[in-house]
């Protein structure tokens, strides 16, 4: 049984430019949630997908969006990268919403 | 806004000693859920706690959420280098998930 997976592992990108980070969920997970993490800092919740459509939303810009698919995978969108962007993102997908997260390996993306 | 606050930031123990950190937040949680997330790792869950003033054990980890569940504590008996890592408490709260600042934790042979 796969746990949460998420690609790419790493990615370099220019500000301005776009990204798009994708998250499997562990089977059997209906809730996918984004979190940012700086480094040395907690991570930071970004959105959380239910039944495809965002049902909870953090302190994050519009720059920041979302979706998920009816397999339950999701995907987090980016636009106008800034260099404050750079970060590790965390998907962790439960169950169901007050249950406990599985989270990814997360992408380290750094923008230059 | 909501805030989940943690400390200490940092603790440095000898091996055998015991740990503790502390979590805080300015409202009422649902529950609170507690992280440990290795070097270079992602967090990955230890427990969650629901009920006022309950307290549970994971053979050297013991848990505590306080009474008016705005509070919470996670105490190591007897450190062990395995033990390494950054611990984070994470509150429930409106269905989101908000994680304190951590607690690195190294331990020294």
């Known amino acids: 049984d796969a746990g949460v997976t998420q690609s790419p592992t790493h990615l370099i990108k220019t500000r301005g430019q776009q990204v798009t980070l994708r998250c499997s969920p562990k089977?059997?997970?209906?809730?996918v949630s984004w979190y940012q993490q700086a480094l040395g800092q907690g991570p930071q919740f970004i959105f959380q997908?239910?039944?495809?459509?965002?049902?909870q939303r953090g302190n994050f810009p519009d720059r920041f969006s979302g979706h998920q698919f009816p397999n339950y995978s999701s995907e987090l969108n980016v636009n106008a990268l800034l260099l404050g962007d750079s970060a590790l993102y965390l998907c962790?997908?439960?169950?169901?919403?007050?249950?406990?997260?599985?989270f990814g390996q997360g992408t380290r993306l750094t923008v230059v | 806004g909501q805030q989940v606050m943690q400390i200490p930031q940092y603790q440095h123990v000898q091996e055998g000693e015991d740990f503790t950190t502390y979590c805080n937040s300015s409202?009422?949680?649902?529950?609170i859920q507690w992280y440990k997330q290795r070097p270079g790792g992602h967090p990955v869950f230890l427990i969650q706690?629901?009920?006022?003033?309950e307290v549970k054990k994971q053979k050297r980890l013991t848990f505590q959420f306080g009474e008016a569940k705005k509070n919470s504590s996670l105490h190591i008996t007897a450190t062990q280098t395995t033990d390494v890592g950054t611990y984070f408490c994470?509150?429930?709260?409106?269905?989101?998930?908000?994680f304190g600042q951590g607690t690195e934790l190294s331990v020294k042979p």
């Open positions: 962790a997908s439960s169950l169901e919403r007050n249950t406990e997260a599985f």
């Open positions: 089977s059997g997970h209906d809730t």
């Open positions: 997908y239910y039944e495809e459509e965002e049902r």
């Open positions: 409202t009422t949680l649902s529950n």
């Open positions: 706690l629901v009920k006022s003033g």
């Open positions: 994470a509150g429930l709260r409106g269905g989101k998930l908000i």
